[in-house]
T-cell receptor
């Protein structure tokens, strides 16, 4: 079956611009996660959705970052006034129900480059 | 806060060599522990997990034992193959929804 998909695969933007990154989770998965992975580092948690609501957004670095999941399926990560330090690979994962030991399935990521 | 420390890479081994990648953690509670793998050009995927002390996770010939007394979860494989070349991440989840990852260890296996 289809896995987690993310679009675009690559995004190049200029400092100060607005970007949206999309995640399509595995059908039927209620839990969705966003992570950010900088070069040479492990993924860093950003936000977790259970259904339509953000159950934990403690990893969002500042108020320029925002994510939505209006119908409990597709999610969009939105970054306003991008900065060069936002350059990273943004990973999305989904799991069936959420929780500490529920297996997370990761997408291929969106590589964001802010010039 | 909770954290994961794993050995720096890259690790370079010959085929059929024994592999150990060290991982230690810091956590206030009783976390679940994971190893994830990222093969070249592919997404991150779960390799194995252990949810309580003394549990052993295993998959594809890899194994790791949750050692509470040493706060460790070292990854081992008895005989590596070229196809095991990848980046390996140790991770923990503290019972909530947040997973904390180590920095990753790149493994190269030579034929």
């Amino acid at each position: 079956g289809a896995g987690v998909s993310q679009t675009p695969s690559n995004k190049v933007t200029e400092k100060g611009k607005y970007v949206e990154l999309r995640c399509d989770p595995i059908s039927g998965h209620t839990a969705l996660y966003w992570y950010r992975q900088s070069l040479g580092q492990g993924p860093e948690f950003l936000i977790y959705f259970q259904g339509t609501g953000a159950a934990d957004d403690s990893g969002l670095p500042n108020d320029r970052f925002f994510a939505v999941r209006p119908e409990g399926s597709v999610s969009t990560l939105k970054i306003q006034r991008t900065e060069r330090g936002d350059s990273a690979v943004y990973l999305c994962a989904s799991s069936q129900a959420g929780g500490a030991v529920d297996t997370q399935y990761f997408g291929p990521g969106t590589r964001l480059t802010v010039l | 806060g909770d954290s994961v420390t794993q050995m720096e890479g890259p690790v370079t081994l010959s085929e059929e060599a024994f592999l150990t990648i060290n991982c230690t953690y810091t956590a206030t509670g009783y976390p679940s522990l994971f190893w994830y793998v990222q093969y070249p050009g592919e997404g991150l995927q779960l390799l194995l997990k252990a949810t309580k002390a003394d549990d052993k996770g295993s998959n594809k010939g890899f194994e790791a034992t949750y050692r509470k007394e040493t706060t460790s979860f070292h990854l081992e494989k008895g005989s590596v193959q070229v196809s095991d070349s990848a980046v390996y991440f140790c991770a923990l989840s503290d019972g909530g929804f947040k997973t904390i990852f180590g920095a990753g260890t790149r493994l190269f296996v030579k034929a």
